[in-house]
């Protein structure tokens, strides 16, 4: 409501003006009654004012900001999730989120000025969140403020953090596979030495070998995650007579690629071979004929879970006995489409 003071909410709380600033304020060591401060809240929620921040943050010593340094994650397609969640998860708490979307640092730096830069604008908190799942050395001056991690984690491991469930997905992926009757799959793996391509890779050899199948080496091809090695290393694993009936890819954009491939081939997806995904990149997997099923990476959760996290740690309740022993994963879901069938008996080539 425009042109709301704290006059009409004193009104319509049938309190005192310097009641509402003490409750609104949370001015230190007031006799307000829990009765009257709810009904102040109340009053000031019906009628959308609020606390002057400024004012507050002066009697307080507290700005009411949290940072967040992307990076480069604002001009991805998917990731920029983090940064809504994030807002959403600071929005509930009345905190206000500063962004600085920073370069990836290709040479092994840290963002030093990048953190400061936040720092100096009086933030209370840094959220530091990398463009895909990483380990990284954090700035020594990060350890200045609070903060966590989104997709990534510290080297020294002295920092909370909060990563996708890599394995859980690939989990999710290949079981999906063995359940619709596929017994050889093939992987396209990436070939960066990232927590992901490791990880994967273990859930995907889990799943075969929980259901009694051997993980054959020649079924499982790297390169790089993009849609043309995916086009090349499909075109090789599926040109033999003895090929799989079904392809578990790295990412959406290497499933896009192994689509392609197929087409050339002759072979009809799903029903010559079945292909899922994973980062459900919705430009991708949505739009590709048919729909491709994929494995969904949290960031929206993990946005909301660091600012949760956050909160925690300025409540000055936190302590390392409470903190999480190492990262916190979150559970990445299976997004099912078109692209998953029943097999039948491959076609010679």
């Known amino acids: 409501m425009n042109g709301v003071g704290i006059r009409d909410v004193a009104r319509l709380a049938g309190v005192s003006i310097t009641t ?9 060591q007031t006799r307000v009654s829990a009765e009257t401060r709810a009904r102040v809240r109340a009053a000031a929620a019906q009628l959308g004012y609020g ?3 400024a004012a507050r943050a002066l009697r307080t010593n507290r700005s009411g900001l949290i940072g967040l340094l992307s990076e480069e994650i604002a001009t991805t397609p998917h990731a920029g999730r983090i940064i809504l969640g994030a807002q959403d998860a600071a929005r509930a708490h009345d905190l206000t989120l500063v962004i600085v979307n920073a370069e990836r640092e290709s040479s092994g730096g840290s963002h030093r000025d990048d953190v400061q830069t936040l720092i100096d604008r009086q933030v209370e908190a ?18 200045d403020v609070p903060a966590v991690l989104i997709d990534a984690t510290d080297r020294d491991g002295l920092l909370p ?3 996708p469930d890599e394995v859980g997905g690939a989990v999710a992926a290949v079981t999906h596979l063995v359940e619709a009757g596929h017994r050889r799959i093939g992987f396209l793996n990436n070939v960066d030495d990232v927590p992901a391509t490791h990880e994967r890779l273990v859930g995907y050899k889990q799943v075969l070998h929980r ?3 051997v993980a054959e080496d020649r079924l499982i091809l790297q390169a790089p995650s993009e849609t043309r090695p995916g086009h090349a290393l499909a075109r090789e694993v599926l040109a033999g007579d003895d090929r799989p009936t079904a392809l578990f890819c790295y990412n959406d954009r290497m499933a896009m690629g192994a689509y392609q491939a197929a087409a050339e081939l002759g072979l009809d997806i799903p029903r010559d071979l079945s292909i899922v995904g994973f980062d459900n990149q919705e430009l991708i997997a949505a739009n590709l004929f048919p729909g491709l099923t994929t494995v969904a990476l949290p960031h929206y959760e993990m946005g909301e879970w660091a600012v949760e996290m956050l909160v925690h740690l300025l409540s000055g309740d936190a302590d390392h006995k409470r903190l999480p022993d190492g990262p916190t994963r979150l559970h990445c879901p299976l997004v099912t489409r078109g692209s998953v069938a029943a097999p039948r008996e491959p076609r010679k080539a």
């Open 20 to 28: 509402v600033s003490h409750v609104l304020n949370d001015t230190p």
């Open 211 to 213: 259901h009694g199948i």
């Open 126 to 143: 840094v959220l530091y969140a990398t463009m895909y799942h990483r380990e990284v050395s954090v700035p020594a001056n990060l350890r």
């Open 161 to 163: 953090a909060v990563v």
């Open 51 to 53: 606390p002057n921040r």
